[in-house]
Nanobody
Framework: EVQLVESGGGLVQPGGSLRLSCAAASYTARSYCMGWFRQAREKEREGVAAIDTDGSTTYADSVKGRFTISKDNAENIVYLRMNSLKPEDTAMYHC????????????????????WGQGTQVTVSP
C-alpha cells in the first residue's frame, strides 16, 4: 500500500476549472496504474480517469472531453485538470493506485484500487 495525498479541491462556479493534485510515494506514479474516483453523497463510487505506466489514459463518459489526467513521474504527482465543471461533478475526489498489475482503466480504478487517499472535496455551485 502506498501513501497518496490529494489537494486542489474547492468551491467553483459552474463552467469553472480546478486542478487536483495527488502526491505519491517514490516510484509510484511511474510504476502503477493511477487514477481518480469520486464519491458524491448518496451516490455510488464512480471511477473518473486513469493513467497507465506508459501514459495511456481512459475516462468515464461523464467527464470525457472536460477532464484531463496527467502525471509527473519525476515528482511522483498525478494531476486531474477539470474544465467546464457542472454541479453534478460535486463530490469527494480520491486518488487511487492499482499495484497488482493487469489492465488500467477508469472503471477498474473505481472498483479495485489497492491504495487511496483521504480525498479532496470539489463543490460546483453558483
Amino acid at each position: 500500500e502506498v501513501q497518496l495525498v490529494e489537494s486542489g479541491g474547492g468551491l467553483v462556479q459552474p463552467g469553472g476549472s480546478l486542478r487536483l493534485s495527488c502526491a505519491a510515494a517514490s516510484y509510484t506514479a511511474r510504476s502503477y496504474c493511477m487514477g481518480w474516483f469520486r464519491q458524491a453523497r448518496e451516490k455510488e463510487r464512480e471511477g473518473v480517469a486513469a493513467i497507465d505506466t506508459d501514459g495511456s489514459t481512459t475516462y468515464a463518459d461523464s467527464v470525457k472531453g472536460r477532464f484531463t489526467i496527467s502525471k509527473d513521474n519525476a515528482e511522483n504527482i498525478v494531476y486531474l485538470r477539470m474544465n467546464s465543471l457542472k454541479p453534478e461533478d460535486t463530490a469527494m475526489y480520491h486518488c487511487a493506485a492499482i499495484e497488482s498489475g493487469g489492465s488500467c482503466s477508469y472503471h477498474r480504478i473505481g472498483l479495485e484500487f489497492d491504495s487511496w487517499g483521504q480525498g479532496t472535496q470539489v463543490t460546483v455551485s453558483p
